[in-house]
C-alpha cells in the first residue's frame, strides 16, 4: 500500500511570494495533519484536519492556511513567504482520534531565497 | 509551559550494545508520550507509545519507560544495529487529536 506522499519533494521560492504543498495521506486515513520542521529542530504542529474540518491549530501566522478535499488529500498554502519559512514541511495522516501514531510522508523542503 | 527537551544531543553506542535515549516534560499533567525515529531525508516514523496509566511498555527490540514522579521517559533499544541510527525524537500528545509537541532530538549513531 501507498505510504502518505508529499508534492512538491523541494521547492525553491523567493520572498513575498506564495506556495502551495499537497498532501495525499494513506487510503483510509480522515486525518491530515502538518508540520514544519526547521533544520537540526523538532517538527512543529500547524494543522490538522479531520473529515475537512480544521482540528487544531498551531502558532503560526495567518499566513499559512490549509485545507482538506473530499478525497482527504490536503493542501497547505503559505502568503508572503520570509526567510524564516525555510524548512521541511510534513504531512502526517492517521485514523483520527487521539492519537500519537501518525504516518508521516518524507515532506516538502521548501527553500525561501 | 509544555516542553519536552532530551537530555543528550548525540549519542554514540557499539553494534550489538543496547541504547538508552532520554527525555524530560515540564508539564505534570502530560498523559500520553510517543517516540519517533527520523533518518536521514525521511519523515519521522512511529516507533511506540505508552500513556501515563503506565509505566512501561514494550515493543519489538525497544522498551519505553515512563516516571511521572521526576517527569522523565526513555526509550532502550536492545541489541543496537546499524539501521538504528537514525534521530530518535520523544513527543507529547499536547492538545488531543493529532497535536503532538517534539523535543529537538538525539542523534544516535552506531559504531561497527
Known amino acids: 500500500d501507498a505510504g502518505v506522499t508529499q508534492s512538491p519533494t523541494h521547492l525553491i521560492k523567493t520572498r513575498g511570494q506564495q506556495v502551495t504543498l499537497r498532501c495525499s495521506p494513506i487510503?483510509?486515513?480522515?486525518?491530515v495533519s502538518w508540520y514544519q520542521q526547521v533544520l537540526g529542530q523538532g517538527p512543529q504542529f500547524i494543522f490538522q484536519?479531520?473529515?475537512?474540518?480544521?482540528?487544531g491549530r498551531g502558532n503560526f501566522p495567518d499566513r499559512f492556511s490549509a485545507r482538506q478535499f473530499p478525497n482527504y488529500s490536503s493542501e497547505l498554502n503559505v502568503n508572503a513567504l520570509l526567510l524564516g519559512d525555510s524548512a521541511l514541511y510534513l504531512c502526517?495522516?492517521?485514523?483520527?482520534?487521539?492519537?500519537?501514531?501518525?504516518?508521516f510522508g518524507e515532506g516538502s523542503r521548501l527553500t525561501v531565497l | 509551559g509544555e516542553s519536552v527537551g532530551l537530555h543528550l544531543p548525540t549519542l554514540s553506542v557499539q553494534e550489538g550494545d543496547n541504547s538508552i535515549i532520554n527525555c524530560a516534560y515540564s508539564?505534570?499533567?502530560?498523559?500520553?508520550f510517543i517516540w519517533y525515529k527520523q533518518e536521514s531525508g525521511k519523515g519521522p516514523q512511529f516507533i511506540i507509545d505508552?500513556?501515563?496509566?503506565?509505566d512501561k511498555r514494550q515493543g519489538q527490540r525497544v522498551t519505553v519507560l515512563l516516571n511521572k514522579t521526576v517527569k522523565h521517559l526513555s526509550l532502550q533499544i536492545a541489541a543496537t544495529q546499524p539501521g538504528d541510527s537514525a534521530v530518535y525524537f520523544c513527543?507529547?500528545?499536547?492538545?488531543?487529536?493529532?497535536?503532538?509537541?517534539f523535543g529537538t532530538g538525539t542523534q544516535l549513531k552506531v559504531e561497527l
Open positions: 513527543a507529547e500528545n499536547t492538545g488531543g487529536g493529532n497535536k503532538l509537541t
Open positions: 502526517a495522516s492517521s485514523l483520527g482520534g487521539y492519537t500519537g501514531e501518525l504516518f
Open positions: 487510503s483510509g486515513h480522515k486525518s
Open positions: 505508552i500513556r501515563s496509566n503506565m
Open positions: 508539564n505534570s499533567a502530560s498523559d500520553y
Open positions: 484536519y479531520y473529515e475537512k474540518e480544521e482540528r
